[in-house]
């Protein structure tokens, strides 16, 4: 129940097109869910992020959709760019308590 | 935006010996931090939730007594690899969160163990 399962493993976008991973989740009560960005050797940024009350946010390229009776949320990067090529991690806690991570999804974004 | 420090960023040791890495809060107070480890292309996984002036909560299969964690104090928690061996190389990263703030959980750029 505390899994967050994240797809696909990884993602091959062309320039200028629209990235999409999905995650799902089981735990009715997890009520924050927020996307990490990572690049290798380094620690995950904070992109965006979403709570149930809203069912979508939009930063910049960055948008997460959320349905709260599917228990899924996804991300979409709009117009990918060859810089958003990072693995991507959904994740999902309860208020302040420990983040429980996705598997991650490997974007890869050709020119 | 709010900053976590880790320090060293790489450490190379040999088998048997213990290596301490350090977490640390730039500009606000943590009263909980977060280590997480994450092997080549895995993902993050918690092992433990350090919490200032009282011990640490471990995750179900994280030996306490491998992994010593310490939070002094409001800025600093320490992750400690006792007795390290080859199978404890990984990629260790701290987190803490800047509760008087936007509540948003803030890594650090993450320590890499390489044990010989």
């Known amino acids: 129940q505390q899994q967050v399962k994240q797809s696909p493993q990884s993602l091959i976008v062309q320039k200028g097109g629209i990235s999409i991973i999905n995650c799902a989740y089981e735990?009715?009560?997890?009520?924050?869910f927020p996307w990490y960005q990572q690049f290798p050797g380094k620690g995950p940024a904070l992109l965006i992020a979403?709570?149930?009350?809203?069912s979508e946010k939009k930063e910049g390229r960055f948008t997460i959709s959320f349905n709260k009776s599917a228990k899924q949320f996804s991300l979409h990067i709009m117009d990918s760019q060859p810089g958003d090529s990072a693995t991507y991690f959904c994740?999902?806690?309860?208020?302040?308590?420990?983040?429980?991570f996705g598997t991650g999804t490997r974007l890869q974004v050709f020119p | 935006g709010a900053v976590v420090s880790q320090h060293p960023s790489r450490v190379i040791c040999k088998s048997g010996t213990s290596v301490k890495i350090e977490c640390r809060s730039l500009?606000?107070?943590?009263?909980?931090m977060f280590w997480y480890r994450q092997f080549p292309k895995q993902s993050l996984m918690l092992m433990a939730t350090?919490?200032?002036?009282?011990?640490?909560?471990?995750e179900q299969g994280v030996e306490k007594d491998k992994f010593l964690i310490n939070h002094a104090s409001l800025t600093l928690s320490t992750l400690t690899v006792t007795s390290a061996h080859p199978e404890d190389s990984s990629f260790y990263i701290c987190?803490?969160?800047?509760?008087?703030?936007?509540?948003?959980?803030?890594f650090g750029e993450g320590s890499r163990l390489t044990v010989l």
């Open positions: 987190s803490a969160r800047d509760l008087k703030g936007t509540g948003e959980l803030f």
């Open positions: 735990n009715t009560a997890f009520d924050y």
């Open positions: 979403i709570r149930p009350d809203v």
């Open positions: 994740a999902a806690s309860i208020g302040t308590d420990k983040l429980i």
């Open positions: 500009d606000f107070q943590a009263t909980t």
């Open positions: 350090s919490n200032e002036g009282s011990k640490a909560t471990y």
